[in-house]
C-alpha cells in the first residue's frame, strides 16, 4: 500500500519540460509588455519632435493677402533678459513670461516666443504674436490651448497695465513653411500659434481681440 501511494505522488509533479516551457512563455510574454512600453514611449517622443520642429526652423509670418505683415519699430529702450511680460489664459491655468523679442533667450525652445514682426500690446491696432510648443516636456508651454474656444480670454500683463483679449477666431493651416494672419486690423489683438493637438502636419492659431486695458 506504501509503494502505491507513493506512485500516485509521482504522478502529480511537473515535469522539468513543462517548467521549462512556462518558463519561456512566462519570458515572451515579459518581453512583449516590456517592448510595447518601450514602443509607445518613443512614438510619444517621436511625435513631440515632429510637432515641434516646425518652430526651429520657420518663422516667417504672412498675411491673408500675400503680403508679409510690417509693425512700425517701436522704441524698446535696452535689451533685458528679463520677462517683459505675462500672458495668462486662466481657463487652462496657464501663466508664463515672456521676453524682449531682441533677447538671446526670446527662444521658443526656452520660453514662449515673441514672433519676429510682433508689436506690444500699446500699440494701437497692433498684433503681439506669442508661439510656443505642444506636445510633451517641459517646455510645450501651449499644449492645453486646444481646450479653448471662442469667447475664452487670454489676459497680458504688460508694463503696469493688463490688457484682456477675447478669443474670436480658431484655425488651422498645414505646415508649409508660413503662416497667414487672418485678423480685423482695426482692432488691436493678440495670436497665438502652436501644433496642432494630435496632428504633427498642422499648426492652430487662436486670434483674440482686445476687449479692455486696466
Given amino acids: 500500500m506504501v509503494k502505491k501511494h507513493n506512485n500516485k505522488k509521482q504522478e502529480k509533479r511537473i515535469s522539468p519540460e513543462m517548467i521549462a516551457i512556462i518558463g519561456s512563455i512566462t519570458i515572451l510574454i515579459g518581453g512583449f509588455f516590456l517592448s510595447y512600453n518601450y514602443i509607445q514611449s518613443k512614438k510619444v517622443m517621436a511625435f513631440d519632435y515632429i510637432s515641434n520642429i516646425f518652430y526651429e526652423q520657420n518663422q516667417e509670418i504672412i498675411v491673408s493677402d500675400g503680403e508679409q505683415e510690417v509693425e512700425e519699430e517701436e522704441d524698446l ?4 533678459n528679463n520677462y517683459i511680460g505675462y500672458l495668462s489664459i486662466p481657463k487652462i491655468n496657464l501663466k508664463k513670461g515672456f521676453l524682449d523679442k531682441r533677447s538671446p533667450d526670446n527662444d521658443v525652445e526656452k520660453n514662449i516666443l515673441v514672433v519676429e514682426g510682433s508689436s506690444y ?38 508694463k503696469g497695465k493688463t490688457y484682456t483679449y477675447k478669443i474670436t477666431n480658431i484655425y488651422t493651416q498645414p505646415k508649409v513653411g ?25 499648426q492652430t492659431i487662436y486670434i483674440a481681440e482686445l476687449e479692455s486695458i486696466e
Fill in 77 to 80: 529702450g535696452e535689451v533685458t
Fill in 121 to 158: 500690446p500699446t500699440k494701437d491696432k497692433g498684433n503681439l504674436i506669442l508661439a510656443g510648443h505642444s506636445g510633451t516636456g517641459w517646455k510645450a508651454f501651449f499644449n492645453d490651448l486646444y481646450k479653448l474656444n471662442k469667447g475664452d480670454q487670454a489676459i497680458v500683463t504688460y
Fill in 178 to 202: 508660413k503662416i497667414a494672419i487672418y485678423r480685423n486690423y482695426d482692432k488691436t489683438t493678440l495670436t497665438l500659434i502652436t501644433c496642432t493637438n494630435h496632428d504633427s502636419t498642422t
